[in-house]
């Protein structure tokens, strides 16, 4: 089965966990298993998701070239790769 690289963005209107007011990089199996992967490893116990965009397939040359690409992780494996921690 194919992985598939994700990024989401949330609303912040609502408290988010630390590290994703740049957004959150996700590989995955499908859209749901992704939201799997955030809803198990990031949004637990006392945060709410709601996720404001997110782009499949994304192209990591599009992300910021300051903040994001120099902390991730190899996109390749299923699971978070930013922000690194998750």
């Not at 994703?20 to 990089?25: A, V």
């Not at 809803?39 to 599009?62: A, E, G, H």
Request: charged share 20%.
């Amino acid at each position: 089965m194919n992985l598939i690289r994700f990024w989401f963005n949330f609303e912040k209107s609502n408290p988010i966990p630390l590290g994703l007011h740049l957004g959150c990089g996700v590989t995955a199996y499908n859209y749901d298993d992704a939201l799997l992967i955030l809803r198990s490893k990031i949004f637990k116990n006392d945060y709410r998701m709601t996720i404001k965009d997110y782009i499949q397939d994304v192209d990591l040359r599009t992300l910021d070239s300051h903040h994001i690409l120099p902390n991730i992780l190899p996109p390749n494996n299923r699971g978070i790769w930013y922000p690194i921690g998750y």
